[in-house]
């Protein structure tokens, strides 16, 4: 299964942005899905995450990212409002589940650039 980040983009500190990560087949049940990014001389980090029914934020991000789930377009969001600079980073999705075909995935997607600047 593909995954295709979108919505990335540059903006000024306290604006907003929607990720989308769309899947390229159906799919019938997800036990993961999750936001990760990494800015340029950091390590990889997990912004957002829903697993088994739990959703957590990075301390960083809690009240401003929100995750979820599109079902009807197979899409995942990330919806980020009050941006600041220290979110700028190439943002990840990645989704684990089952496709309506009965086949088991485990799935990244491409990443999006995200760009907070005055």
């Known amino acids: 299964v593909q995954l295709v980040a979108s919505g990335g983009g540059l903006v000024q500190p306290g604006e907003s942005l929607r990720l989308s990560c769309d899947a390229s087949e159906s799919i019938s049940s997800l036990d993961l899905l999750g936001w990760y990014r990494q800015a340029p001389g950091k390590r990889h980090e997990q912004v957002a995450l829903i697993s088994s029914g739990v959703t957590d934020y990075a301390e960083s991000v809690k009240g401003r990212f929100t995750i979820g789930r599109d079902n009807a377009k197979n899409t995942v969001f990330l919806q980020m409002n009050n941006l600041k600079p220290e979110d700028t980073a190439l943002y990840y999705c990645?989704?684990?589940?089952?496709?309506?075909?009965?086949?088991?995935?485990?799935?990244w997607g491409q990443g999006t650039q995200v760009t907070v600047s005055p």
């Open positions: 990645r989704m684990r589940g089952i496709l309506t075909s009965g086949r088991s995935f485990d799935s």
